[in-house]
């Protein structure tokens, strides 16, 4: 058998709980405006830079090697998706609700894309080749559930709840709230269930400075001068789905075949 049954505990879960934010933030969110009588123009202009940090987060993702196991990244992302979740329930039904939930879409989309990076490479880390094949399938349809879900039932119970209430803003606020809540037990869960991998360690913290310096450099002009001091430490090194500035694995264990796995 190409998995362990523990397996099934934690990849479903963690492929559901990448997708949903993505499409409360992108989808979800345009559907609350147009309901709330935002203008079309303000829609458009606010929301379609909501999807910036998916676009940037290469830039931020050594960092996330750096500091902490992904595993750590992982729940406390979704707690912190929770706790944004929950901020948009709560503002909601404020007198400027426009201004606040989108602040609290904005750090919902930064801590969603924060939770791909740690996630994407944790699961190079946990599994190997045999089970990254055997999960292909599980991963794209848990994804497709959460889709479902965001575009579909989410947004039906925002409706059901505005017929029985008679409020826009309480029915937006519930329905913010239950995904609130779903996230906070995501984040427990997997706090609990995540495997160890003994490749998913904290790279070398020292290495942060080094970071900022050479992406410093690059804006400056001076890239390849920089990339060529700091490269043979921290890049050419560095396993795929292994920390920045860590040791790679030797290539006879079996961490070290799951780490180079594409």
């Known amino acids: 058998m190409p998995y362990c049954m523990s397996d099934m505990n934690w990849i479903p879960t963690l492929y559901f709980a990448q997708a949903l934010p ?75 609700a426009f201004r606040w939930t989108l602040a609290f879409f904005w750090l919902l989309a930064f801590n969603s894309a924060t939770h791909d990076i740690a996630a994407d490479g944790f699961y190079l880390l946990g599994t190997n080749e045999e089970q990254q094949a055997f999960f292909v399938g599980v991963r794209t349809m848990f994804y497709r559930i959460a889709t479902i879900f965001g575009q579909g039932l989410l947004v039906m119970l925002a409706g059901v709840l505005q017929t029985r209430t008679g409020s826009l803003h309480t029915a937006w606020s519930i329905a913010m709230g239950t995904v609130a809540a779903l996230f906070i037990v995501f984040g427990l869960w997997h706090r609990f269930v995540l495997p160890r991998p003994a490749a998913d360690r904290p790279g070398d913290v020292h290495e942060v400075p080094r ?52």
């Open 22 to 96: 993505f499409v409360v933030v992108m989808t979800v969110s345009v559907v609350m405006y147009k309901t709330l009588g935002i203008s079309n123009t303000d829609i458009a202009l606010y929301t379609s830079w909501l999807y910036l940090p998916w676009v940037i987060k290469p830039l931020w993702s050594p960092i996330v090697d750096l500091l902490g196991t992904r595993r750590r990244w992982i729940w406390a992302m979704q707690l912190l998706i929770g706790g944004g979740l929950a901020g948009v329930a709560m503002s909601a039904q404020l007198p400027d």
């Open 211 to 262: 970071f900022v310096c050479c992406c410093s450099c690059c804006s400056t002009g001076s890239a390849r001068r920089s990339w060529s001091r700091w490269s043979p430490r921290s890049c050419s090194t560095r396993a795929p789905g292994a920390a920045w500035g860590s040791r790679p694995p030797s290539s006879a264990s079996p961490t070290a075949r799951s780490a180079s796995s594409p």
